[in-house]
């Protein structure tokens, strides 16, 4: 008796799952059609079929959340970083320009061409070494973003989520953003409707 009661729980487990599964499967193939054509053909049914499988349980969801939050976080920290480098050349050349007009009101007037000369250099060199730090900034800024994103592919490759791996290929970045959309859209209607 107890053995046929397990059989039974398994099989009712079993027909809930395919329930969730063609339900997530119906609602992927419905916000499909929203995508430009060239997604919706690299999309198979094999491809929405195994998302929709790899999203029964909620764990992809989670995940996804997960890394939605350090990317957030990521992205804060750098616009803060850029913000405050961005202050401090700000800072740099009110100083430099304030020191240079103290020098302007001392100045003998025989002197006067070679301080703006002089001045004018101090300047040039200050603006080159502010674009230099900006670029190398911005460089850092990309580098990172880069990283994040591979690491946000290595986590949904190594979680199972169809159609992530690491890679820099453009056409592939557009479809695992595509594909993220999906899964954040799933979500919300999932949540919205209380299942899974």
Do not use: W
């Amino acid at each position: 008796m107890n053995k046929s009661t397990g059989i039974y729980e398994d099989s009712a487990d079993l027909a809930k799952q395919q329930e969730q599964h063609y339900f997530l499967l119906s609602q992927l193939q419905s916000l499909v059609k929203d995508l430009t054509s060239s997604c919706q053909q690299r999309l198979s049914y094999d491809t929405l079929s195994n998302l929709a499988l790899a999203l029964i349980d909620g764990t992809v969801f989670e995940i996804v959340q997960g890394l939605l939050e350090i990317q957030h976080l990521t992205e804060k920290n750098l616009y803060n970083q850029r913000l405050k480098l961005h202050s401090e050349h700000r800072a740099l050349k009110q100083e430099l320009l304030r020191k240079h007009k103290e020098a302007l009101q001392g100045c003998k007037i025989h002197n006067l061409t070679v301080l703006r000369t002089t001045q004018q250099r101090e300047l040039e060199a200050l603006e080159q070494r502010i674009k230099e730090e900006q670029r190398m900034m911005d460089e850092k800024i990309v580098l990172e973003l880069d990283q994040k994103v591979i690491d946000q592919q290595n986590t949904l490759e190594k979680a199972g989520v169809p159609g992530f791996y690491i890679t820099t290929n453009p056409q592939e970045l557009t479809l695992q953003m595509n594909l993220l959309e999906l899964i954040l859209k799933m979500q919300q209607k999932v949540s919205e409707l209380g299942i899974c």
